[in-house]
C-alpha cells in the first residue's frame, strides 16, 4: 500500500507571522540550509509570539511550556542569502498543551518550503507537573486557532 505524502497547508491557514534573516552558518555543506535551522526558527517564532503577547516570562513565569514534541516536513530547499517568513498558528488547544503548526515560506510565496509541529505542554514552575492552561492565555491562542 502506498501513502501519499499531504503537501503544505496554504499560507492562509497561518495567523501570524515572523520574518527571519539567513546567515551564512544556515546553510550546509550541500548548500541549502540545515535541517537543524529549521527547529531553531520554530522554536523563536513560537516564543517570540508567546513574548508579544505576554504570556512568556522567561525567569519569573508561571505557568512554563515544556517541549514535548517536533518535527518537520520539507518541500522545497532554502539557502543563504535572503529571508524567511516563519508562520504561526494553533493547531490543537488541549487542557495543558498546546501545539503550533509552522509554515516557512520564501516572503510572498503561496506553498511553503517546509512545515513544522511543535508542541508545549504547560507545567507548574517548581514541581513540574502538567496544569491548566490560563484561561488569559487560552483566549490569547484561540485568536491563533
Known amino acids: 500500500m502506498v501513502r501519499e505524502r499531504p503537501g503544505p497547508r496554504p499560507r492562509s491557514s497561518y495567523r501570524y507571522c515572523s520574518r527571519i534573516t539567513l546567515r551564512w552558518a544556515d546553510n550546509d555543506a550541500y548548500g541549502h540550509v540545515n535541517n537543524?535551522?529549521?527547529?531553531?526558527?520554530?522554536d523563536t517564532a513560537v516564543n517570540q509570539w508567546l513574548v508579544e503577547n505576554g504570556l512568556l516570562d522567561i525567569m519569573g513565569g508561571d505557568p512554563i511550556g515544556l517541549l514535548v514534541e517536533?518535527?518537520?516536513?520539507?518541500f522545497s530547499?532554502?539557502?543563504?542569502p535572503g529571508e524567511v517568513e516563519l508562520l504561526?498558528?494553533?493547531?490543537?488547544?488541549?487542557r495543558s498543551s498546546v501545539t503550533y503548526v509552522l509554515g516557512v515560506f520564501e516572503p510572498g510565496?503561496?506553498?511553503?518550503s517546509a512545515e513544522g509541529h511543535f508542541t508545549h505542554v504547560y507545567v507548574d514552575?517548581?514541581?513540574?507537573?502538567?496544569?491548566?492552561?490560563?484561561?488569559?492565555w487560552r483566549q490569547k491562542l484561540e485568536q491563533i486557532a
Not at 125 to 136: C, D, E, S
Open 36 to 42: 537543524t535551522i529549521y527547529y531553531a526558527w520554530f
Open 125 to 136: 514552575r517548581r514541581n513540574r507537573r502538567p496544569t491548566a492552561i490560563p484561561q488569559v
Open 77 to 80: 530547499p532554502l539557502s543563504y
Open 109 to 112: 510565496a503561496e506553498s511553503a
Open 70 to 74: 517536533t518535527g518537520c516536513r520539507y
Open 88 to 94: 504561526l498558528a494553533v493547531q490543537l488547544l488541549g
